[in-house]
Structure formats: C-alpha cells, structure tokens
C-alpha cells in the first residue's frame, strides 16, 4: 500500500502570496490532518478533515484553510503568507476511527522570503 | 506541544540503552504513541500502547506506562547508530472529537 504523498516536497514562496498544498492519504483512509512544524514551536495541529468536513481545528489565524475532496485527498491553504509561516507542513491520515494512530507523509518545506 | 513534556536531547553510547521520559497531563487519554523522525522526512510510527496497559515489547523497542504518574517511556535497547533521531511522545485524546498532541521530541544521539 502506497503511504501518504505530500506534494510539492519544497516550495518557495514571497510574503504576501499565497500557496496551495496538497495530500494524498493511504488508500481506505478517510481522515486527513495537517500540522506545522517548527524549531520553536514543535508540531502545531491545523485541522483534520473525515469525509470532507472539518471535525478538528486548532488554534491557527483564518489565513490558514483547507478542504478535502470526495476521494479523500486534502489540500491546505495560507493566503497572504508571512515569513513565519516558514515551516515543515506535515499531512497525516488515519482510517476515521478517531482512535488509530496518525500516518504521516514526509512533508512540504515552505519558506516564505 | 502542549502539555506533553519531553526532555529536549539525550546522548548515549553505542551498544547501550537509550530510555526517552514523557509526561502528559490528559488522564482520559486512550492511546500513546512513540514516533520517530529522521533528517528531512515525516514522523513514522514506532509503537504504541492502549492506556490500560502497563508495558509493551516490541523487539528492541519497550514502553512502560506509569498512568497513576501519567509517565511514558520508551526504551531502545542495544542502541544503533541509525536509532539517532528525533523521538516524539503523542496522545490521542477523546474531547469530544479525538485529537493526537505531541511532545516538543527528544533529539537522540548516538556515539560510535
């Protein structure tokens, strides 16, 4: 079974664009959450989508968005980007029982100049 | 993360045993997990253990969970080179809606 595809692996963007992220989640796996990583402030959970509604939210600015499409794959949104939305954005899926373990993608490397 | 605590670093020798120290605050958590990640890549999953559950092996790899102390610990036993990563304790917490909090992660060092 393939794992969960991250796409782009590396993105650089200028303060003020915005960027567009995109997940694949293993195959039968219906829920997707998103997580930024940084040095200072570890992994930070986004949002989770399960049969593309948000069930989850966590404590980001409106800037940040994301969607899931009826095969499950997810996209991530920041508009107007800051150069502290520099970070590794990490996808992770899980079946949609919520009490499995997440499986994460490798990750998309976003630095904002 | 929050309210997972983790020391930042540990150094060990080659050969001996690593043990990662964990703390969490959530006593309604269901399950732990141990995940690992590597220069440049995602968070893989180690091991886990369901909360009411004392201890788990998994070949090198053992966890003991002390919930009276909400203390997890991971034990690698006979400790590789290529066991240098960074190590993160999570729980997966039932609010409602479950969610999985991570520690801050344990950068692991291992000396030839």
């Known amino acids: 079974k393939a794992g969960v595809t991250q796409t782009p692996r590396y993105l650089i963007k200028t303060r003020g664009q915005q960027v567009t992220l995109s997940c694949s989640p293993i195959?039968?796996?219906?829920?997707v959450s998103w997580y930024q990583q940084t040095p200072g402030q570890g992994l930070q959970f986004l949002f989770e989508y399960f049969s593309e509604t948000q069930r989850n939210k966590g404590n980001f600015p409106g800037r940040f968005s994301g969607r899931q499409f009826s095969n499950s794959r997810s996209e991530m949104n920041v508009s107007t980007l800051e150069l502290g939305d520099s970070a590794l954005y990490l996808c992770?899926?899980?079946?949609?029982?919520?009490?499995?373990?997440?499986?994460f993608g490798n990750g998309t490397r976003l630095t904002v100049t | 993360g929050e309210d997972v605590e983790q020391s930042l670093f540990l150094s060990v020798r080659e050969g001996d045993s690593s043990v990662i120290n964990c703390t969490y605050t959530?006593?309604?958590?269901?399950?732990l997990y141990w995940y690992k990640q590597e220069p440049g890549a995602g968070l893989q999953l180690l091991t886990y253990i369901f909360s009411n559950m004392d201890m788990k092996q998994d070949q090198r790899l053992t966890v003991l969970l002390n919930k009276k102390d909400k203390h997890l610990s991971l034990r690698i036993a006979d400790t590789q080179t290529g066991d240098s990563a960074i190590y993160f304790c999570?729980?997966?917490?039932?609010?409602?809606?479950?969610?999985?909090?991570f520690g801050a992660g344990t950068r692991l060092f291992v000396k030839a």
């Open positions: 999570a729980e997966l917490r039932d609010t409602g809606g479950f969610k999985t909090i």
């Open positions: 992770a899926s899980m079946p949609g029982q919520g009490d499995s373990p997440l499986h």
């Open positions: 195959s039968g796996h219906r829920s």
């Open positions: 959530d006593s309604s958590s269901t399950y």
